[in-house]
C-alpha cells in the first residue's frame, strides 16, 4: 500500500503539483514544518527523501504551487453534492465531465480542477441549518454546538468549502480515498467564468445567507401609518425586468432561478427566489459578492447608486407607497363615538388574537426583543466592561451572568472610549470567552463617536435609515452623552420624550436598546431600585428593564438588582470582578449586604466622633503599599497581612480590590509555579481602568 502511495506521488510531482507525505488520522502533512512548500514545491530527491519516513497517505498542496489548484470539499457524507451536480450538469456538462472527482472515508467528495487565475483562500460556501434539542446535536458521528434562536435550537454545519491558496487536503490513492472520475495525472484548467459558475452553484445550496439589502419592513401597515414606497416595491416589484434592462440574463428556471451577469456568456452569477437575489460573483458592480438584495435593494442599488432616499422619493413619484390616512371630514368624525376619532382602539378579543404572546426574549429572565433597559452604577464600577461582554455574548449567543441569550446581532454606539482602548478591551474579553472570528465579525459592530458626539436627535436619521430586524441589540454608552443640548436630565418630561424617541427606533428597528448611565452621588444602599440613576426618576419609570448595580459590603463584590416589566421579579444576586469579567459569585454572599457610609456620632460638646482609630490599610492602596511592594504569590501577601493582625478574608479582599482598581497586576500560574502580583508603579491609570 505505502509503495503504491509513494508511486502516485511522484506522479503527481511529475504532474506539477506539490505533493507531500501525510498522517491520514490528523489529515495533514507529517513534517513538522511544511508551510515553506505553500511557495514552493519539493524536488524529486527532497520528496523521495520525505517519503523514507513513516506516513500512511500523501496530500496535495493548493494553490499557485500546484498550478492554481482548487478543491472544492463535500462534507457530511456529500450530502450536498447530487444537488450541486445536477446543477452544473445543466449549465455544462462537459465542463462536469472533465473534473477530478473522488471520494472520501467518511462519505464525502473532492472536486479537483485549475483555473487560468489565482485561487483564494479557503472559503466556506454553503451550510446546512440543523435543528437540535439542545446545546449539542450529532450529526453524522461529528458533534456540532446549537445555538437558539426565536425558533428554537439549530446548529449550522459547513456542507461545502473550498481549499484553495494555503490549503491543503489528502487524495487517492490514500486508504479511503478512491477517484470517481478523471486522475490527478491530467487535472484540467477551467476558465475564470466556468470556476464562478461552479462556486455559484454551491452557494446557491447554503441555507445560511445574510439579511438581503433593502427588504421589506415587518411592520405591518394597519392603513393609519401608510405603507413605504420601498415596502410596496418589495411587494409588487418586477425584479427580473430589472435585472433585464442592466444586462443580466435568466439562464435557469425554476423554484430557483439561475442568472447570469453582464459581460458573462455562461454561468451563474446570482440566484433568485422567494423575492431576494442573491449574488456569488465578484464582478457584478456595483452589486456585492455573497451578498443578498430585496427588490427595494436591488433597485437602488442599479438605479440610485445606494442612495436610498433618492430611490424611495422616485419610486413614490412613480406610485409606490400609500400615505398615512388623511384625516375624517369633521362631519364623518361627529358620527363616530369620540375616543375611536383619537385612537386606534381594539377590542380584548382583538388585542388577544393580534399579540397570542409575549415578545420573544433576549436575555432570559430580563429583557425581550423591541424592549429598552436602562444598566445603573457607579462611576468607575466596570459596567462598560460588563457591558462590552453582554455585547459579545448575545453575538455568539451565550450565556451573560449566568442567564441565556438568544444570538443576533449587536450594536454598539460608545462616546466615551477612544477606539485604540475598545480594541483592547474587546481582544483581552477574547481571552476569555469562547470566541469564532467568523460570528464576531457578523454580529458585532461598533461606532466610537468619542471627539465627535452626536446626540439622541442627531441619530434619528441613522436609526430611521436602519432595516427591520438589522440589529437584536443596540447600546448606547453613555446614555448620559446622547442627550440634546439644552436637555437638563432631571426634567421628567425631557426625558420621558428621550425614551419614547427610542421606544419608536426600537419598534421600527424590532431591536433592544440598552442605555448605559450612572448613579447619583452617595450612597445606594437606602434606596429602592427604581430610585438608583442620576436624573429624572422618569428613566426608570419610562424603560422596560431597570438594572442597578450597588457595591456590596464586601470589596470587588457588586449586587444586581431590576425591575422589569415583562417578566416575574428577579432575585437580587452577587457578582465578582474576575478581570476582565463580572462573574456569578458562588461563595454564598448575601445580596442584602449592600456597603452603607459609616455613620459616626460625635460626643456632645467635643467635635470628637466616636469611632475607632483609622484603618491605615482601609484603602486599596494602603494595602498595595504595604504589602505588595514586589511581585509576590497570594499566599506570602496574605501572610504579610496575617502579620499586620489582617484577617486572609479581609486580605484576599483588599487584594481583589487591588485588581480591580488596577493597583497589581496577575501573571497566572504556569506548571507548579503560582500566579504572581507585581505592583503597578505608574501614577497614570491604565487603559484598562473600568468605566
Known amino acids: 500500500m505505502t509503495q503504491r502511495i509513494d508511486d502516485a506521488a511522484m506522479r503527481y ?16 502533512p507529517t513534517l513538522s514544518r511544511w508551510q515553506p512548500y505553500i511557495e514552493s514545491p519539493p524536488t524529486e530527491e527532497q520528496l523521495d527523501a520525505m517519503l523514507w519516513d513513516p506516513h500512511d497517505a500523501i496530500c496535495i498542496v493548493c494553490g499557485l504551487v500546484s498550478g492554481n489548484l482548487e478543491m472544492i470539499d463535500f462534507d457530511l457524507q456529500g450530502v450536498a453534492f447530487e444537488a450541486w451536480k445536477n446543477a452544473v450538469r445543466e449549465h455544462d456538462a462537459a465542463l462536469y465531465d472533465t473534473l477530478v472527482i473522488e471520494t472520501t472515508p467518511a462519505g464525502g467528495r473532492h472536486v479537483v480542477y485549475r483555473c487560468v487565475d489565482p485561487v483564494g483562500g479557503n472559503a466556506k460556501l454553503a451550510h446546512k441549518i440543523i435543528e437540535a434539542d439542545g446545546e449539542i446535536v450529532e450529526v453524522a458521528g461529528k458533534s456540532y454546538p446549537a445555538r437558539r434562536n426565536d425558533d428554537g435550537w439549530h446548529a449550522k454545519v459547513c456542507v461545502i468549502e473550498t481549499r484553495g491558496q494555503g490549503g491543503q487536503f489528502l487524495c487517492a490513492p490514500s486508504d479511503g480515498y478512491s477517484l470517481q472520475q478523471g486522475s490527478f495525472d491530467g ?45 410596496e416595491f418589495n411587494a409588487r416589484g418586477d425584479m427580473r425586468a430589472l435585472l433585464v434592462k442592466h444586462g443580466w440574463r435568466k439562464i435557469r428556471d425554476g423554484e430557483n432561478e439561475h442568472w447570469c451577469r453582464p459581460g458573462k456568456e455562461h454561468g451563474t452569477s446570482a440566484t433568485l427566489k ?7 460573483t465578484s464582478s457584478a458592480a456595483p452589486l456585492e459578492p455573497n451578498q443578498s438584495y430585496s427588490a427595494f435593494g436591488l433597485y437602488g442599488t442599479l438605479e440610485h ?5 433618492s430611490a424611495t422619493k422616485a419610486l413614490g413619484a412613480q406610485g409606490y407607497g400609500s400615505p398615512a390616512m388623511r384625516p375624517m371630514p ?9 375616543i375611536a376619532q383619537q385612537f386606534d382602539f381594539k377590542t380584548a378579543s382583538q388585542l388577544r388574537d393580534q399579540y397570542p404572546q409575549l ?5 432570559e429572565g430580563i429583557l425581550r426583543r423591541g424592549e429598552t433597559m436602562n444598566i445603573i452604577a457607579s462611576p468607575k464600577v466596570g459596567k462598560s466592561w460588563m457591558v462590552n461582554d453582554l455585547a459579545i455574548c448575545v453575538a455568539m449567543g451565550q450565556p451573560w451572568l449566568g442567564m441565556p441569550t438568544v444570538q443576533g446581532k449587536v450594536l454598539i454606539l460608545d462616546n466615551e472610549l477612544h477606539p485604540e482602548t475598545m480594541s483592547s478591551r474587546i481582544a483581552t474579553l477574547k481571552s476569555k470567552r469562547s470566541w469564532d472570528d467568523e460570528v464576531i465579525d457578523r454580529n458585532l459592530h461598533f461606532v466610537n463617536l468619542r471627539g465627535g458626539l452626536l446626540s439622541i436627535e442627531d441619530l434619528d436619521g441613522s436609526f430611521v435609515a436602519l432595516e427591520p430586524d438589522s440589529y437584536s441589540m443596540i447600546v448606547l ?14 426634567d421628567n418630561g425631557a426625558i420621558a420624550n428621550i425614551y419614547n424617541l427610542i421606544d419608536r427606533h426600537a419598534r421600527s428597528i424590532n431591536a433592544s436598546f440598552v442605555l448605559i448611565h450612572h448613579t447619583s452621588k452617595g450612597g445606594q444602599a437606602e434606596k429602592s431600585v427604581t430610585d438608583v440613576g442620576s436624573g429624572a426618576g422618569s428613566q426608570s419609570r419610562a424603560t422596560d428593564t431597570h438594572l442597578v448595580l450597588r457595591h456590596h459590603k464586601e470589596e470587588g463584590v457588586i449586587v444586581v438588582d431590576a425591575a422589569v416589566r415583562s417578566w416575574k421579579p428577579i432575585e437580587p444576586f452577587c457578582l465578582r470582578w474576575n478581570f476582565p469579567l463580572w462573574e456569578r459569585d458562588t461563595t454564598g454572599l448575601d445580596p442584602a449586604d449592600l456597603r452603607r457610609p459609616e455613620r459616626k456620632k460625635r460626643e456632645r460638646g467635643t467635635g470628637v466622633t466616636d469611632t475607632d482609630p483609622p484603618d491605615p490599610y482601609g484603602t486599596a492602596d494602603a494595602f498595595q503599599r504595604a504589602f505588595i511592594a514586589v511581585p509576590s504569590p497570594r499566599a506570602e501577601i496574605v501572610a504579610r497581612a496575617r502579620q499586620a493582625n489582617l484577617s486572609a478574608r479581609r486580605a484576599n479582599a483588599a487584594l481583589a480590590s487591588c485588581l480591580v482598581q488596577h493597583l497589581v497586576t496577575e501573571t497566572p500560574s504556569v506548571g507548579a509555579r503560582p500566579a504572581t502580583f507585581t505592583p503597578v508603579v505608574s501614577d497614570i491609570l491604565p487603559n484598562g481602568l473600568p468605566l
Do not use: H
Not at 510531482?13 to 495533514?28: I, N
Not at 422567494?274 to 456569488?280: K, R, W
Not at 447608486?305 to 432616499?309: I, K, T
Open 359 to 363: 415578545r420573544p426574549p433576549l436575555i
Open 305 to 309: 447608486a445606494g442612495d436610498w432616499s
Open 13 to 28: 510531482l511529475g504532474a506539477g503539483m506539490c505533493v507531500l507525505p501525510a498522517d491520514r488520522k490528523a489529515k495533514r
Open 274 to 280: 422567494d423575492g431576494n437575489l442573491f449574488v456569488f
Open 330 to 338: 369633521r362631519t364623518a368624525q361627529a358620527a363616530l363615538p369620540k
Open 187 to 231: 487535472v484540467p484548467t477551467i476558465t475564470r467564468d466556468q470556476r464562478d459558475m461552479l462556486i455559484g452553484c454551491a452557494r446557491a445550496l447554503d441555507e445560511d445567507r445574510p439579511a438581503p439589502i433593502g427588504r421589506q419592513s415587518s411592520i405591518p401597515s394597519d392603513g393609519r401609518l401608510g405603507m413605504r414606497p420601498g415596502d
Open 477 to 490: 454608552d453613555a446614555y448620559y452623552r446622547f442627550l440634546p443640548v439644552g436637555v437638563d436630565e432631571n
